[in-house]
């Protein structure tokens, strides 16, 4: 026999294609081509496949050999494709009957000596070939416990291509995944340990429990950045299918912490204020790699320091915060990765970061503006809460904590908000309040009586507030409403939800 095809995935983005591996063993100059749009990296896997081939005990056919890689208008990334071209070397040389693998996935990348290295992306890679109806994947030993997630999919492990020749010549068993164990409580910061700030605790708990963008100001040492690391100890963990999409993704920035477990707790990334427009929204040479906001996926981005960061990396993420997704083109065609966060900025209010009115303040009125301009007008406008903390005071800060509330406590009434929230917008696909369109909440069956927003109508009118804002408001007010338990917003929320949006004294 001098054909044989065995069956892989290749990823694009997040999204897995069930590539066929072909090779095919003909007489001439021993050489070997591989084809099918390939990148570098695989490439360079005749050379790892030989070696890995030779010494790991079985035969090298010294003959011409193409493989190809089906559909061949598909680009190709990575190593992963090593084990799969392995097995389909040795089954068109006649070295290895194939139909043991027949209609199973193979993935894993070889090393020199035969051994099976683990790879990225093998958990949107399982899923992908359980969607086209493949029930049997075959990873290295690394990533079982990761491919284990994905439900009806039978994963069996190898440590070396010996172990895999084995199995295919001999029926020797492969490995199991490891028994999946209850991953351990997280402990992280708790809203207990701020000090004051009534009002930047009511923000994040708003924020939290609609969904919604946030804007802290404040001068250093308000507690700015410690409110934004607590925000996602009140946010409910994440679903089954929310669980997967943000596993995947972690599975391909190569971040997956070991044990394969699903990621359950919304996602927090905090990218240092030197962060470039890739590292922010994604990008590199050749396969693009997802970036901060896309890593941040139904979770929390939060950019500390939000003036210092480079104008360009900033007005990057109005796009992802609109449509939830970030399209990166590239020569070699485009990559899409999912992007629906929660964006969190905090700011000093000036470049010296005294507060306001400080005698001590050495800024002018116009550096003031200067300063925070560099948070655009545009991405400011997607903000929902906007709220400026003052200065902790000393019997704030003496406060031994004990009456304030913690995680846990917040995080129930967050739980409970969301959960109303949607049971009323299930039907139309949505989850948070902070989903739904404006022109949705300005229909006649959820559109807020006159008398409720006729400051926010007065204000649209006087030029002071956009179109956007308003909506943004309208979905605080809602948010608001079902925190405090009532089925439609009144004309004391939309006042809280203006207050919260416009960093005026209430």
């Not at 039978?154 to 440590?159: E, G, I, K, L, Q």
């Not at 790699?289 to 939060?302: C, E, K, M, Q, Y």
């Not at 005294?354 to 116009?366: I, M, S």
């Not at 959960?419 to 069956?445: C, E």
Request: glycine share 10%.
């Amino acid at each position: 026999m001098s054909y044989a095809k065995v069956l892989c995935v290749g990823l694009v983005g997040v999204t897995g294609h069930l590539v066929e591996v072909e090779a095919d063993l003909a007489p001439g100059l021993p050489a070997v081509v591989l084809s099918g749009l390939p990148d570098t990296a695989l490439n360079e896997a005749r050379d790892r496949v030989r070696a890995a081939i030779v010494n790991s005990g079985q035969h090298w056919p010294n003959r011409r050999i193409t493989v190809n890689l089906l559909p061949a208008t598909l680009p190709k990334h990575g190593s992963g494709f090593d084990l799969a071209i392995a097995a389909a070397l040795l089954g068109g040389s006649g070295e290895l009957p194939l139909a043991p693998l027949e209609d199973v996935v193979i993935l894993g990348e070889l090393g020199l000596d035969g051994t099976v290295r683990p790879i990225r992306g093998v958990l949107p890679m399982v899923a992908a070939a359980a969607r086209a109806g493949i029930s049997r994947v075959v990873v290295p030993v690394g990533n079982a416990a990761e491919a284990a997630v994905v439900p009806g999919v039978r994963v069996r492990a190898v440590d070396n291509l010996h172990r895999l020749v084995a199995y295919v010549r001999d029926g020797s068993a492969l490995l199991e995944p490891p028994p999946r164990q209850a991953a351990p409580p997280v402990q992280g910061p708790d809203l207990s340990e701020v000090a004051g700030q009534g009002l930047g605790r009511r923000a994040i708990e708003v924020a939290a429990a609609g969904g919604h963008h946030l804007l802290l100001l404040g001068p250093p040492g308000a507690g700015k950045t410690m409110l934004a690391e607590r925000l996602p100890s009140i946010l409910p963990e994440l679903d089954d299918d929310t669980a997967l999409e943000v596993t995947a993704l972690h599975s391909i920035a190569g971040i997956l912490p070991p044990g394969g477990e699903l990621v359950r707790r919304p996602p927090f990334q905090a990218p240092h204020h030197t962060a470039t427009v890739p590292a922010i929204v994604g990008g590199g040479s050749g396969l693009a790699r997802p970036g901060a906001v896309s890593l941040a996926h139904r979770g929390i981005l939060f950019l500390d320091e939000a003036a210092e960061f480079q104008s360009r990396a900033l007005d990057a993420l109005r796009q992802p915060l609109e449509h939830g997704r970030v399209l990166i083109n590239r020569a070699n065609g485009g990559t899409e990765y999912p992007a629906r966060v929660q964006l969190v900025l905090a700011s000093n209010p000036c470049p010296c970061a005294k507060p306001a009115g400080d005698t001590h303040c050495e800024c002018t009125p116009l550096a003031r503006r200067r300063y925070l301009s560099r948070i655009s007008g545009p991405l400011l406008d997607r903000i929902d809460v906007q709220v400026e903390l003052s200065p902790l005071r000393a019997a704030e800060l003496m406060d031994t904590g004990e009456s304030n509330e913690s995680s846990a406590e917040v995080a129930v009434r967050v739980a409970a908000a969301r959960a109303v929230a949607t049971a009323r917008w299930a039907k139309l696909g949505w989850k948070v309040n902070a989903d739904v369109p404006g022109p949705y909440l300005r229909q006649a069956r959820w559109r807020l009586p006159a008398a409720t927003t006729y400051g926010l109508r007065r204000r649209l009118d006087q030029g002071t507030l956009s179109a956007r804002g308003f909506d943004r408001i309208v979905r605080m007010a809602w948010t608001i409403s079902d925190l405090d338990g009532r089925d439609r917003p009144d004309a004391d929320d939309v006042d809280e939800a203006t207050h919260l949006r416009t960093r005026e004294a209430s």
